[in-house]
């Protein structure tokens, strides 16, 4: 569970629609939330990317045995805050949920593959074959559908399967479509 409060507020009325794509490395977030953005105008925020492209030091230091960034979650969060809790318009790209504030987001997205699917991708990505070990382990025990269940209501968690090009372009046409349901919504709510 997170360590900061999970309270919605009033905040959140004011940003606008932010959505967490999360799920095992390998199962498609990256390819979705570029094509989400580039349909809706949402900016895709690639936590990745940002930790280590960041001028703010978001990591502890470089672990060897993962071949990634330890990240400092609280300097993340810190970090995202202007952005993600107080402008929104964000589509949050993390293998990782458990941590973030659930007043940031309208939605969370688990993306699930596949296992020998998820296999061939990070073959393909070159990892290592103890992290493509852990991270097909990691899917097999849906280790990312429970931390997101744990963490936020399950009304805000949807899972997708992405294991096809078809199920790729079905998952981006839903969200597409609920983004701009709820762009519809702000605007008629603020013309009332
Ligand atoms: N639903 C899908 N069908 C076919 N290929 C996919 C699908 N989702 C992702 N891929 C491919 O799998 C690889 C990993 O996708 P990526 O978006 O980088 O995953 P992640 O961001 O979760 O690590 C990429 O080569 C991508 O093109």
């Not at 009325?13 to 990256?30: C, E, F, H, W, Y």
């Not at 969060?77 to 990782?96: K, T």
């Not at 688990?110 to 493509?132: F, Q």
């Amino acid at each position: 569970m997170g360590k900061r409060s999970r309270q919605q507020s009033s905040v959140a009325d004011a940003r606008q629609t932010n959505v967490l794509i999360t799920g095992t490395p390998g199962t498609g977030k990256s390819t979705l939330a570029a094509q989400l953005a580039q349909r809706t105008g949402l900016e895709h925020v690639d936590v990745g990317d940002v930790v280590r492209n960041s001028q703010d030091k978001l990591h502890d230091g470089w672990d060897e045995h993962n071949a990634a960034y330890v990240l400092n979650e609280d300097a993340l969060l810190d970090h995202l805050e202007p952005l993600v809790g107080g402008r929104g318009g964000c589509i949050v790209d993390h293998h990782s949920s458990d941590f973030y504030p659930e007043r940031w987001f309208d939605k969370v997205v688990v993306l699930t593959c596949d296992n020998t699917v998820l296999y061939n991708r990070l073959e393909g990505r070159g990892y290592a074959v103890h992290k493509i070990q852990e991270n097909v382990q990691h899917e097999i025990m849906q280790c990312s559908v429970e931390e997101a269940n744990d963490a936020y209501a399950k009304d805000f968690v949807e899972v997708m399967r992405s294991d096809t090009d078809e199920e790729m372009r079905g998952n981006l046409e839903r969200l597409v479509a609920w983004v701009q349901s709820r762009t519809t919504t702000d605007a008629v709510t603020v013309t009332v």
